[in-house]
Nanobody, 124 residues
Framework: VQLQASGGGLVQAGGSLRLSCAAS????????VAWFRQVAGKEREFVAA????????YYSDSVRGRFTISRDGARNSVDLQMNSLKPEDTAVYYC??????????????????WGQGTQVTVSS
């Protein structure tokens, strides 16, 4: 599976962005897809995930209620709608795909495939 992340950019605090993770290759719907983010000098952190079966979604506490992860079967992609953005959301955002067990889906080590990252910058 090859992943292509897009949609990043510069936005003012309170604004919105929509990231997209497009997949080519194997059927994307078979995988749990997650978004992670990383600030230079810090560890990559979990943002959100959507499971392959049932489409259950999971969020970090810092984005719950502001971000929404969803699948678009027609485009073979997973989107991350980010609303009410804050300066602390500034990071490089990565999408990843894998088949983690539920208890591990927040761990980056369980994902096999990664996109190249897209920069999100939120100005105050």
């Amino acid at each position: 599976v090859q992943l292509q992340a897009s949609g990043g950019g510069l936005v003012q605090a309170g604004g919105s962005l929509r990231l997209s993770c497009a997949a080519s290759g194997r059927t994307f719907s078979r995988y749990t897809v997650a978004w992670f983010r990383q600030v230079a000098g810090k560890e990559r952190e979990f943002v959100a995930a959507i499971r392959s079966s049932g489409g259950h979604t999971y969020y970090s506490d810092s984005v719950r209620g502001r971000f929404t992860i969803s699948r678009d079967g027609a485009r073979n992609s997973v989107d991350l709608q980010m609303n009410s953005l804050k300066p602390e959301d500034t990071a490089v955002y990565y999408c990843a795909a894998g088949t983690p067990i539920l208890s591990a889906l927040r761990q980056e080590s369980v994902y096999y495939y990664w996109g190249q990252g897209t920069q999100v910058t939120v100005s105050s």
